[in-house]
């Protein structure tokens, strides 16, 4: 089994939990040299996140830059032209699930069809709240939300969707995604979240699990799958460890993975033997220059040695 690899974009979000310092002063030009050079790579993907608004008590933790998922991957999908496109996640729930099919499917269909539209619940209340959506029955929401995406971004010209929190028939909605089945990946690592994915999911992205976690958290998918006659196949991700390939020469933090290109590869292959088929890795770097140095080597040097 190969693992496959993809990156949450930087700039794009800028969170003090994992920004750099660089990326301050980083603007659209250098999303494109990263997208492009991701692409050069060889990644599978490349991920935006969502957040519409933050409020000032989060604002100096969470930072206000959260760059729109939809935009930012239609600019890039513009400069690429086979890395897949991840939304890392849409807070779905926050749009009727009509307004978030026109958008990603669009999006879909100008992209050649490399769409992988991931999904979560959310968890800033402010940003619910002002958006007249309920905060406390987002799970809830979320679970008919992709049941309503599944139709809206399926072949139908006129989608049709009779649940409790969205009702919809009898409206057209072209250009249909280029894919006739658009990938679904749901995020979170809550016990809801797990079900969620297992039992509603093509892919299930983990939120901040620890390797010694991740075992525990596959085989109850695997299990609610069986429980329930999913026989569907499920692509199960994981967050890698920060990484620096080679030797620093800098304090790159005690967490992040460094050193020879093999030794990395040996690290990171563990999570194939748990069986996670792709890994989300993030490097840490002091400019531009020095991530796109970064991203060239590891998938010249140690994206190969994954396989």
């Known amino acids: 089994m190969s693992l496959a690899y993809g990156i949450q974009l930087p700039v794009q979000s800028q969170s003090t939990l994992y920004t750099e310092g660089w ?47 939809v935009a930012t991957l239609a ?9 897949r496109l991840l939304s890392h996640v849409a807070v779905v729930g926050l749009r009727h699930p009509l ?93 809801a979240a797990v079900r969620r994915a297992a039992l509603r999911g093509d892919g299930w992205l983990p939120q901040g699990d620890p390797r010694d976690r991740l075992p525990g958290q596959i085989e109850r998918l695997r299990r609610l799958r069986e429980e329930h006659g999913v026989e569907a196949p499920l692509t199960v991700g994981a967050i890698a460890e920060p990484l620096y390939v080679g030797h620093a020469g800098w304090d790159v933090g005690r967490r992040t993975l460094t050193g020879p290109p093999e030794g990395l590869a040996e690290s990171l292959r563990a999570y194939r033997a748990m069986g996670v088929h792709q890994i989300q890795v993030r490097f840490r770097s002091r400019s531009r220059a020095e991530l796109l140095d970064q991203i060239a080597a590891f998938g010249a040097e140690v994206g190969p040695r994954l396989h």
């Open 99 to 191: 307004l978030t099919a026109k958008q990603y499917a669009t999006l879909d269909h100008l992209s050649g069809g490399r769409l992988v539209l991931g999904v979560g619940a959310g968890h800033v209340r402010e940003e619910f709240e002002a958006l007249g959506v309920d905060f406390e029955r987002r799970g809830a929401v979320l679970d008919e939300a992709i049941d309503a995406l599944r139709a809206a971004l399926g072949p139908e010209e006129f989608p049709e969707h009779h649940g409790t929190f969205y009702d919809f028939a009898g409206l057209g909605q072209r250009p249909r995604p280029a894919q006739p089945h658009v990938p679904l990946w749901v995020g979170g690592s809550s016990p």
């Open 23 to 69: 990326e301050a002063a980083a603007g659209p030009a250098d999303l494109v040299e990263i997208a492009r050079a991701v692409e050069r790579a060889g990644f599978d993907y490349l991920a935006a996140c969502d957040h519409v608004g933050v409020p000032r008590r989060l604002a100096p933790a969470m930072s206000t830059v959260w760059y729109d998922p």
């Open 75 to 83: 600019h890039l999908a513009a400069v690429t032209r086979r890395v």
